[in-house]
């Protein structure tokens, strides 16, 4: 156990430095928009650059793999979207802010530096290929959500046309379709532009995990939402268990891409639930809330994940 609270514990408590700082340092909020675009544009997508140019090619064309993981992620946010619509009678719009915060992990911030850290290199290749095809995913499904929603009127061929770009145009898809090249012709960068490509990978996990718990200070909890009820377990439980069955169920994988799977789907809400949110004007501060009690209540629920992970106590696949 001391060994998973040595993994947990530094992790968690940059989140808890950022947040404390945050409290107690006076400084503009819009001062963290220069943090966040070197984590965004510069610190992760060079750490994915890195990541995936050394890999095998072969390793980067599992479909089976990314198809598998994005729809046991899919099939939670229905779940929500679901018992949002017609159980809660909510809007289009607010059910799926709902299905998003149930479903949409903080695979960008919190997924690489814990599962590298957790599970070595070998969890490099399954953490590109779920970041890359999850968000592509969710890029498409909420402004087509929104739009069904009635939140805004907009062209078919303006709605496509604006999810591609966001999409195709993202700095961490661009980034990982760089090192797919890469690996796919066996090419390095020079040592001096590689040597600069290691310092902003190394930059990565601190400066995000840091800039999340500002985020989290800076959106107190002003009230706590019914559907946290339901939200919380199917987030932090239902998905990673849904994620491990699926994965069982379809294939044989490496061990650690299993893990690496089931690591990111325990992750909680992330952060651009409320981004997503406060674009469409919809369930902004129950979005802020739930990501504040998932992120607090995952240290307990990760470190219990980590613990069977390293004890061996979760097999590679439920139905040998």
Same mark, same amino acid.
């Given at each position: 156990?001391?060994? !998973? ?7 968690? *408590?940059?989140?808890? /430095? ?20 070197? !984590? ?19 390793? /980067? ?16 946010? &229905? ?10 009678? $909510? ?11 149930? =479903? ?50 907009? $062209? ?5 046309? *604006? ?11 661009? &980034?990982?379709? =760089? ?25 990565? %996990? ?22 946290? *009820? ?7 439980? /239902? ?30 809400? %992330?952060?651009?639930?409320?981004? !997503? ?30 613990? /069977? ?12």
């Amino acid at each position: 156990m001391t060994e !998973i609270a040595g993994l947990v514990l530094p992790f968690f *408590g940059l989140i808890f /430095l950022g947040y404390l700082t945050a409290r107690f340092v006076e400084h503009p909020g819009e001062a963290m928009g220069w943090l966040n675009t070197f !984590i965004i544009y510069l610190a992760l997508p060079a750490l994915f650059f890195k990541l995936v140019s050394r890999t095998p090619i072969e390793q /980067l064309t599992r479909a089976d793999f990314i198809l598998t993981s994005v729809g046991a992620t899919y099939v939670v946010f &229905s779940l929500i979207f679901i018992v949002g619509l017609y159980v809660r009678r $909510n809007s289009v719009g607010e059910a799926t802010i709902q299905g998003f915060a149930a =479903a949409y992990g903080n695979i960008g911030y919190m997924g690489p530096g814990l599962a590298l850290l957790a599970l070595g290199d070998a969890a490099a290749v399954p953490v590109a290929l779920i970041f890359c095809f999850e968000n592509a995913a969710h890029f498409t499904v909420a402004p087509a959500m929104m739009a069904l929603s009635g939140g805004r009127k907009q $062209n078919p061929a303006a709605l496509a046309v *604006g999810i591609a770009r966001k999409i195709i145009l993202h700095p961490f898809i661009l &980034s990982t379709l =760089a090192g797919v090249v890469a690996a796919f012709f066996a090419a390095q960068p020079p040592l001096p532009v590689q040597r600069l490509i290691d310092y902003l990978a190394q930059a990565a %996990a601190p400066c995000a995990l840091f800039a999340m718990g500002v985020t989290l200070a800076l959106r107190p909890v002003k009230r706590i939402p019914v559907e946290i *009820g339901y939200i919380v377990p199917a987030k932090l439980i /239902l998905h990673p268990v849904l994620v491990f069955t699926a994965l069982s169920l379809t294939g044989s994988y490496d061990p650690v891409w299993v893990q690496t799977a089931v690591l990111l789907a325990a992750l909680p809400t %992330a952060t651009n639930v409320f981004v !997503i949110g406060h674009q469409y004007g919809v369930w902004q501060e129950r979005a802020s809330a739930t990501i504040l009690i998932t992120t607090l209540l995952s240290v307990a629920t990760v470190t219990g994940l980590l613990y /069977l992970i390293r004890s061996g106590a979760l097999p590679a696949d439920l139905f040998p």
